[in-house]
């Protein structure tokens, strides 16, 4: 989406390795979101930041760390990939003044 | 802690047929959102709406707004293929500190 990337778009890694994914966005926003989505439970959100160095845990945030050390960049970490983390990945950016989110085209990572 | 239920979780419509999604969620919130997701893709917004009794339209889909019945609705007029997607509603309760609660979505296929 325009505004948003983000990297890897697929991944595939094995249990036990450590992954990062990356959220970019070029609108400024201050609010920014990770979710999983898995089949069955529509979107859940992991973690999310409402300003630099400001984060917190969304419903499913075992496993997951994050961290924003910039506006533009919200980091995504596996500390351990598990075969449960396999899912697709999904970051949002918000602006409150307009009551908007927009979505990236999300990270698909498979867990072997 | 909020919840957002959505029925049905799969609607099979024949073309030129009316049918409504319904979206119940379970906290007080002036705020709901629709989206729609292609396979494989992201999401796209379809409607905000931002008060009770709101209502928006967007060619054969119009969206609803009930907050005193914690209720939204989504009414999909004379359907067409185009329509086959996922939809899903999400409520979004923490003012100033803005996230997003989704429903399961309600995948729809449209039979020619």
């Known amino acids: 989406d325009a505004g948003i990337t983000q990297s890897p778009r697929h991944k595939v890694t094995e249990t036990g390795t450590p992954v990062t994914l990356r959220c970019h966005q070029t609108e400024n926003h201050r609010y920014m979101y990770w979710y999983r989505q898995d089949p069955g439970h529509g979107l859940r959100l992991i973690h999310y930041?409402?300003?630099?160095?400001?984060?917190d845990k969304g419903e499913v945030s075992d496993g997951y760390s994050v961290s924003r050390s910039k506006t533009e960049d919200f980091l995504l970490t596996l500390e351990s990939a598990t075969s449960s983390q396999t899912s697709v990945y999904f970051c949002?950016?918000?602006?409150?003044?307009?009551?908007?989110?927009?979505f990236g085209s999300g990270t698909r990572l498979t867990v072997v | 802690e909020l919840k957002v239920e959505q029925n049905p979780l799969f609607l099979s419509m024949q073309e030129g047929k009316n049918y409504t999604i319904y979206c119940n969620y379970s906290?007080?919130?002036?705020?709901l959102y629709w989206y729609r997701q292609d396979p494989g893709k992201s999401l796209e917004s379809l409607f905000v709406l931002l008060s009770n009794g709101a209502v928006k339209q967007e060619g054969r889909l119009m969206a609803s707004l009930d907050t005193k019945a914690r209720l939204s609705t989504l009414h999909i007029t004379a359907a067409v293929h185009d329509l086959s997607a996922t939809y899903f509603c999400?409520?979004?309760?923490?003012?100033?500190?803005?996230?997003?609660?989704f429903g399961t979505g309600t995948r729809l296929t449209i039979i020619p």
């Open positions: 906290t007080t919130s002036d705020r």
């Open positions: 999400a409520v979004d309760i923490s003012f100033g500190n803005e996230k997003l609660t």
């Open positions: 949002a950016i918000s602006d409150p003044r307009s009551y908007g989110y927009t």
């Open positions: 930041s409402y300003g630099v160095k400001d984060t």
